[in-house]
């Protein structure tokens, strides 16, 4: 939660949203007022010089005011990062009677499991020998509604169980891989659908034990 909140695209963001690009005083050529794309490396000099101008504001908010700058500064930033994680807030209230297990996050957990994220449970639901489960790139130029910042969708796919190319579901984040996490999610929402695959991976594996045994007997 706490990278959430001070990594550089929250700060740009916030930079960003009060036009402090319109008084900031950079070089001509370092494009501050271009719009951001995805996977520029030059984006990630952008960020970390707007998150860094954005740190300087904060700061000079507070010295500008020894008395009550820190206080103002503190409520200031309580009510922009509370529009930030709200969905994250509601995800954990939703979460907080389970145990989560290290290293597992919230907003990854599969639905109606604390032990496994989405992708693992999804995995060993439907997933087997032969069986490809894949995540890919889906076109799409959403931004987030708060920061600006491009939006990547993964969709999952299947390749088995009779099906090739079959999408299972879709996900949205700042971040692919949690995107990848909330597609998985929402393929194991499709609890009719899920169920169908498992019956499919059950048979085959009953029919594959039967093979093998009437092979041990040919042998005996």
Not at 199 to 215: G, L, R, T, V
Request: proline letters at 4%; glycine letters at 8%.
């Amino acid at each position: 939660m706490r990278e959430i909140l001070i990594r550089n695209t929250t700060l740009a963001g916030f930079f960003r949203q009060y036009d402090m690009p319109s008084r900031a005083r950079l070089p001509a050529d370092f494009g501050q007022s271009r719009a951001l794309g995805r996977g520029r490396s030059s984006d990630k000099d952008l960020l970390k010089t707007q998150g860094d101008m954005f740190e300087a504001f904060v700061a000079a908010v507070i010295v500008s005011d020894p008395r009550n700058g820190l206080s103002r500064a503190v409520s200031w930033l309580k009510a922009l990062w509370g529009r930030t994680i709200k969905e994250q807030i509601v995800e954990n209230e939703r979460l907080s009677a389970k145990t989560q297990p290290p290293g597992v996050k919230a907003a990854y957990v599969a639905p109606g499991d604390s032990d496994l994220n989405a992708k693992d449970k999804l995995r060993a639901t439907i997933g087997a020998k032969g069986i490809a489960i894949r995540y890919e790139d889906m076109p799409g130029d959403n931004k987030d509604r708060d920061l600006g910042l491009p939006l990547y969708t993964v969709g999952v796919y299947l390749d088995g169980w009779g099906e090739t190319n079959k999408l299972l579901g879709r996900g949205t984040a700042l971040k692919k891989k949690e995107a990848g996490h909330k597609a998985a999610a929402a393929a194991l929402e499709n609890k009719k659908l899920i169920r169908a695959y498992e019956a499919k991976k059950q048979a085959f594996h009953e029919a594959a034990k039967a093979a093998d045994e009437a092979a041990e007997q040919l042998l005996r």
